[in-house]
T-cell receptor, first 117, second 115 residues
Framework: NAGVMQNPRHLVRRRGQEARLRCSPM?????VYWYRQLPEEGLKFMVY????????ESGMPKERFSAEFPKEGPSILRIQQVVRGDSAAYFC???????????????FGEGSWLTVV | AQSVTQPDIHITVSEGASLELRCNYS??????LFWYVQSPGQGLQLLLK??????LVQGIKGFEAEFKRSQSSFNLRKPSVHWSDAAEYFCAVGARRTGRRALTFGSGTRLQVQP
């Protein structure tokens, strides 16, 4: 039973380029979460998605960042015109639907480390 | 809004010694509570979780945590630390309503284990 799969694991981008991070949730999970971890800090919530819907994007920066979770395929976190401050580890997590669990345990992927040079 | 405080940024213990990592939360009702561990360059692994019932929760790798409502705490403990336990530990709180299911994390406690 594969876990949450993220790719790429490491990504280097020059300032001004675009970064795309992909996340495939665990089998049977319909909820996806993206978190960002800046160096020496904890995880900060960015966005929570279900298939084709953004449920909560209260943690997303207002500009340059977007996320989607299409009907088919992985969830994508897209960062346009990257800046050095975007360098961080981006973690995806997934969980089953609320009806399938008595609590909201979420399972994390291995992370994608973005370095902006 | 919920929040989590891990007051100890960095803790060093000797191998074989006991360990307690502190976690305090702020939430209007009884939350879901979690402890995750992260090794360098790796993702987060769930150690244990509290949803309801027995306030002493057993987890993997010999860890346990106790939910104390009166103190708004969920401290993580291990009676005898192994060198492989060196990692960063995160406490997290989750809301019980489905509209806000994402977890809020503390800033983490880095554990070093001395031989």
């Amino acid at each position: 039973n594969a876990g949450v799969m993220q790719n790429p694991r490491h990504l280097v981008r020059r300032r001004g380029q675009e970064a795309r991070l992909r996340c495939s949730p665990m089998k049977g999970h319909s909820h996806v979460y993206w978190y960002r971890q800046l160096p020496e800090e904890g995880l900060k919530f960015m966005v929570y998605l279900q298939k084709e819907n953004i449920i909560d994007e209260s943690g997303m920066p207002k500009e340059r960042f977007s996320a989607e979770f299409p009907k088919e395929g992985p969830s994508i976190l897209r960062i346009q015109q990257v800046v050095r401050g975007d360098s961080a580890a981006y973690f995806c997590a997934s969980s089953p639907s609320p009806e399938q669990t008595s609590g909201n345990t979420i399972y994390f992927g291995e992370g994608s480390w973005l370095t902006v040079v | 809004a919920q929040s989590v405080t891990q007051p100890d940024i960095h803790i060093t213990v000797s191998e074989g010694a006991s360990l307690e990592l502190r976690c305090n939360y702020s939430y209007g009702a009884t939350p879901y509570l979690f402890w995750y561990v992260q090794s360098p360059g790796q993702g987060l692994q769930l150690l244990l979780k509290y949803f309801s019932g027995d306030t002493l929760v057993q987890g993997i790798k010999g860890f346990e945590a106790e939910f104390k409502r009166s103190q708004s705490s969920f401290n993580l403990r291990k009676p005898s630390v192994h060198w492989s336990d060196a990692a960063e530990y995160f406490c997290a709180v989750g809301a019980r309503r489905t509209g806000r299911r994402a977890l809020t994390f503390g800033s983490g406690t880095r554990l070093q284990v001395q031989p």
